[in-house]
């Protein structure tokens, strides 16, 4: 990638130095681009530049580093390297970060429609007293969708292509017998994302197939992608009949092959705070982290201090208040498992009610865990997820682009389902998140 630009960046050089014949304004002076004031700075360091460079536009030069031009910069903030930025096809930008999870994410971007908006930064003229270049995060403009026929119990048919990173376990000796129960998340090209009591059925043994690409189980043969499944990997804490830590991740015998029915999800690697009228502000926190500070409460002021740091850097934060769980499960209680994938919206229950929920029994011996746990339902309606359901996805829109989905719970269990007002419980993604890399991509920086 960097030899590519390189490449264009000299034959960048060649053109504008037939225009322009006065290179002697060093890195770091005042200088001028069409009218507006700017300082001098490295291609690299000049985001907006670099920008223009890709796509064929000439910055002003002030001089030369060797053979990289420092040119007239407008940008109200320097980058460290520009080259580290990811274009989308839309022309926003995105920057890789230290977390793996994140970038793979990002990478997705090269591999989506032209017609798939993104939510990355965006160039925007900040017109104070001194006028200059500020990238902000733009996300997109969605729209919310209300006014469900809300049975996975309480859900409504899915659409084709809306959920393709939905997968279905198989259980038996071969494909044409096996039974078809437990749901997963297309992670990557070799993994899916499920539950710990999914990776074996008491009569058939360990989960043997996956299939990708299917709306319904009566689909007709040739939308059914099933690869076999070359390796079960349960978290190493995962100690069935107990309720903790149920996640586990399926590689596949071979790669997937992505197309308009298969495409993976991202997974949540934000974290969120969270506060409801009848709850306090709980910061979720990693079981390493020391004992003392367990019942540490964020008060209203550090509260405030950091929705203004992320006002301040223009960063939107994904609403997990409301998420879609999607499943074959069975359609309500005593019911047949459905046909057509089913999806629910349901809502965040406080982390109070969710204590009320799931008390302290024989396979939650410490109740609910707000940490590696949480809870979603609704209140007013009967919508729930039911047997079968197990293992897939609660999700949320990405905010990497809006044909992207974000992966925040793994569905686990609950209590009889199709009664209102109950709450299922799911295996908090953001707390597995460095295991899931150390699995799905070892090695990889």
């Known amino acids: 990638m960097c030899n590519k630009f390189s490449s ?35 291609i690299y360091k000049c985001l907006s530049a670099f920008l223009d460079v890709k796509k064929r536009k000439h910055p002003t030069i002030c001089s030369f580093q060797g053979r990289e031009p420092i ?23 995105f920057y890789k970060s230290s977390q793996k999870a994140e970038n793979k994410c990002i990478d997705l971007l090269a591999l989506l429609p032209e017609t798939c908006e993104t939510g990355g930064m965006s160039v925007a003229w900040k017109r104070d007293d001194q006028p200059c270049k500020k990238f902000i995060r733009k996300g997109y403009v969605g729209k919310k969708k209300k006014g469900f026929s809300t049975v996975v119990v309480g859900g409504t048919d899915a659409k084709r ?37 999914c990776i074996s059925d008491p009569k058939r043994g360990p989960v043997r197939f996956v299939v990708l690409g299917i709306l319904k189980r009566s689909d007709p043969e040739d939308l059914w992608q099933v690869y076999n499944v070359k390796r079960i990997v349960p978290h190493p804490e995962y100690r069935p009949p107990s309720k903790y830590h149920d996640i586990a991740l399926l590689e596949t015998d071979k790669l997937v092959t ?18 409801d009228k009848d709850d306090e502000i709980i910061k979720f926190k990693d079981d390493d982290e020391d004992d003392d500070d367990d019942n540490e409460e964020i008060n209203e002021d550090q509260l405030k201090e950091f929705q203004k740091l992320f006002t301040l850097l223009d960063e939107p934060v994904e609403d997990q ?17 459905s046909d057509t994938l ?8 406080s982390e109070r009610k ?15 865990n707000a940490t590696t746990q949480m809870c979603y339902g609704d209140e007013k309606e009967t919508k729930d997820t039911c047997e079968g359901d197990s293992g897939g996805p609660l999700q949320v829109r990405s905010q990497v682009a809006h044909c992207l989905h974000t992966v925040i719970g793994v569905t686990s ?25 150390s699995v799905v991509w070892p090695g990889e920086d």
């Open 71 to 93: 040119v007239c910069c407008t940008d109200c903030e320097l980058v460290s390297d520009a080259r580290e930025a990811i274009i989308g096809k839309d022309g926003t930008v």
């Open 161 to 197: 292509y809306n959920f393709t990173h939905m997968a279905l376990l198989g259980y038996g000796e071969d494909r044409a017998s096996a039974q078809w129960h437990c749901g997963g998340s297309l992670i990557s090209e070799k993994f899916i994302l499920t539950a710990g009591h």
């Open 413 to 437: 269990f609950g209590k009889a389902c199709g009664y209102l007002g109950e709450a299922g419980m799911y295996s908090r993604v953001y707390h597995y998140v460095s295991w899931i890399e």
């Open 258 to 275: 992505y197309n308009k029915a298969v495409f993976p999800a991202c997974l949540d690697v934000q974290g969120k705070f969270f506060k």
């Open 8 to 42: 264009v960046l000299l034959l960048f050089i060649v053109s504008v130095v037939c225009v322009q014949s006065s290179f002697d304004k060093l890195e770091g002076e005042p200088c001028e681009t069409e009218g507006i004031a700017g300082k001098c700075a490295h």
């Open 342 to 349: 089913q999806e629910v919206y349901l809502n965040r229950f």
């Open 321 to 337: 208040r409301q998420a879609v769980a999607t499943g074959w499960g069975k359609l309500g209680r005593d019911r047949e498992l």
């Open 354 to 368: 969710c204590l009320v929920h799931f008390q302290p029994n024989r396979n939650l011996k410490h109740g609910y």
